[in-house]
C-alpha cells in the first residue's frame, strides 16, 4: 500500500462484500447484466479515487448449500455447489469491470486454472499494489463457511482497513425495517452487541473474526447510487460494527 490515503477518501484498502441476490436485479434468479453493471460502477468510482479493492460476493442468486442440503443432499457437496457459484459471479463482475477499464483477477479457492488464478496471498497483495481489484471466489474453499466468514478472513489476510457490507438497506437495525415501521437504526453498534442481539449482519463466525482482529464493518444500502464512494469519502447513511 501507498504511505498515504488519497484525499477524498479514509481509506487506502477496502473489502466489498455483496450478496449472490445483489446481482439478481428484480429477477427471482441467476445474474441481470444491468445490475451487475450498476455495481461495478460503484466499484469503478471508488477505484478512481486510488482505494485497493477487494471484493466477495456470494452466490445465493445461483445456489444456496444451506438450502440444497435442507432438501436432502449431502452438506458437503451442496456447500462445494455454493462455492462455485460465487466463481461465475465473480467472473460475471469481472468481465464488467474489465469492460469499464478496471484491471481486474478472480482469484479461486478451488483451484481452476483455466478461469481463475489460484489464491496465494503474495500474489493477491502484488494484484492489489498495482491497482487491480482482486475478487476472491469459492469461499474459503471449505464446506460449512459461508462467504461472510470468507470475506472476513480475506480483508485480514489482505491488511484491509474494513469490509464494507453492501446490503438492501442503509445499516443495522434492531429489527426488519422491511417489515417493522418502528425499526430503530444505529449509528454505530459493537461486535458483541450485534451476536447477543443475534443481528442479521454476518453470521456469528465472521462477526467474531472481524471481533478478534478489530476490523470495522460498514453497512450501508447497495441500492443508493453512489453510495459506496460517499462512504468512503464520510458522508451518506450506515452503520459501523467496531470493538
Do not use: W
Not at 450478496?19 to 451487475?36: K, N
Not at 444451506?66 to 463482475?93: F, H, I, K, P
Not at 469490509?163 to 453498534?189: E, S
Not at 462477526?207 to 478478534?212: F, P, V
Request: hydrophobic share 40%; net charge neutral; aromatic share 6%.
Amino acid at each position: 500500500m501507498s504511505d498515504t490515503a488519497p484525499p477524498e477518501t479514509r481509506f487506502q484498502r477496502v473489502l466489498l462484500k455483496i450478496s449472490g441476490e445483489a446481482l439478481m436485479g428484480d429477477q427471482g434468479y441467476g445474474l441481470h447484466p444491468p445490475t451487475v453493471e450498476r455495481i461495478a460502477r460503484e466499484v469503478k468510482s471508488v477505484h478512481d479515487l486510488g482505494v485497493e479493492i477487494c471484493m466477495v460476493i456470494g452466490g445465493g442468486n445461483i445456489f444456496r448449500g444451506l438450502q440444497g442440503s435442507a432438501q436432502g443432499m449431502e452438506r458437503t457437496t451442496a456447500d462445494y455447489m455454493g462455492m462455485l457459484a460465487t466463481v461465475m459471479n465473480a467472473l460475471a463482475m469481472q468481465s464488467s469491470l474489465e469492460k469499464m477499464g478496471v484491471y481486474c483477477r478472480v482469484i479461486s479457492a478451488i483451484r481452476m486454472d483455466e478461469v481463475a488464478e489460484p489464491y496465494i496471498r503474495r500474489r493477491a497483495v502484488r494484484h492489489l499494489e498495482k491497482k487491480r481489484v482482486c475478487i476472491f471466489a469459492a469461499g474459503t474453499g471449505n464446506p460449512y463457511f459461508t462467504t461472510d466468514t470468507a470475506a472476513t478472513l480475506r480483508a485480514n489476510e489482505m491488511a484491509c482497513e474494513a469490509i464494507f457490507k453492501g446490503t438492501k438497506v442503509d445499516g443495522v437495525y434492531d429489527k426488519d425495517p422491511m417489515t417493522n415501521t418502528d425499526a430503530k437504526r444505529y449509528d454505530r453498534i459493537s461486535y458483541d452487541d450485534v451476536l447477543v442481539q443475534h443481528l442479521q449482519v454476518m453470521d456469528a463466525s465472521a462477526i467474531a473474526l472481524a471481533r478478534d482482529n478489530n476490523l470495522p464493518i460498514i453497512v450501508f444500502s447497495l441500492d443508493e447510487p453512489g453510495g459506496f464512494k460517499g462512504i468512503l469519502a464520510g458522508h451518506g447513511t450506515y452503520t459501523t460494527v467496531h470493538g
